[in-house]
């Protein structure tokens, strides 16, 4: 198994320009999630999803979409990339929910994408 | 939202020396994880606590939730150049949204 795969891993883009950070699991996760995190920071969730079809807002979501059309792929997709986007975009999946999970459930995470917007 | 607020934000120590990081909750944690990334990487688990007074080890780390379940510390006995690198608390309050805390950003100074 591959587990959580994150492409690219490095990406510059331009103010106002756009992209879609890819990520695919290859676990049958249910939850995934997107992270962001910025230099000498904790992580922020930016947006998260419980299943095919089914999307939610985290704590910083401004400025990303996101779209779950099947259980393996979460795309996150910036739409006129500012500077304050400049961060390290880590995505994750689990199981089922980490609360009520049997056994231990962690996240498993890429390797992160490195986005520069200049 | 669940907060957490990790202390220190960062601590440099001495190879050899003990040292604590605490991880504070504003809401009762239901199961609290701990993680580390090494500079420039992705998030390895460490371990994760379920039950108030819970206490698990994994080598030279030990991790505790106490009896409120509002609170998490993180104890490293005799570091190492190894441990070096940034700590994370996260917490699942609703059973959807895994949030992360501030960080402690630890270096050991060999």
């Known amino acids: 198994n591959a587990g959580v795969t994150q492409t690219p891993k490095f990406r510059i883009l331009k103010i106002g320009q756009s992209m879609t950070l890819q990520c695919t699991q290859d676990?049958?996760?249910?939850?995934m999630y997107w992270y962001r995190q910025d230099p000498g920071m904790g992580l922020k969730l930016i947006y998260y999803?419980?299943?095919?079809?089914?999307?939610d807002k985290g704590e910083v979501p401004n400025g990303y979409n996101v779209s779950r059309s099947t259980t393996e792929d979460f795309p996150l997709r910036l739409e006129l990339a500012a500077p304050s986007q400049t961060s390290v975009y880590f995505c994750?999946?689990?199981?089922?929910?980490?609360?009520?999970?049997?056994?231990?459930?962690?996240?498993?995470f890429g390797n992160g994408t490195r986005l520069t917007v200049t | 939202s669940q907060e957490l607020e990790q202390s220190p934000q960062s601590l440099i120590v001495q190879e050899g020396k003990n040292l604590t990081i605490n991880c504070t909750s504003s809401?009762?944690?239901?199961?609290l994880y701990w993680y580390k990334q090494k500079y420039g990487e992705g998030l390895i688990f460490l371990m994760m606590?379920?039950?108030?007074?819970e206490e698990k080890s994994h080598e030279k780390i030990t991790a505790k939730l106490d009896e409120k379940k509002q609170q998490s510390s993180l104890h490293i006995t005799a570091s190492q150049p190894s441990h070096a690198g940034i700590y994370l608390c996260?917490?699942?309050?609703?059973?959807?949204?895994?949030?992360f805390g501030t960080g402690t950003s630890l270096t050991v100074i060999p």
């Open positions: 676990m049958n996760h249910n939850y």
């Open positions: 999803s419980v299943g095919a079809g089914i999307t």
């Open positions: 996260g917490a699942d309050p609703t059973g959807n949204q895994f949030y």
């Open positions: 994750a999946s689990s199981y089922s929910s980490l609360v009520t999970a049997s056994y231990n459930s962690p996240l498993h």
């Open positions: 809401k009762t944690l239901y199961g």
């Open positions: 606590l379920q039950k108030g007074g």
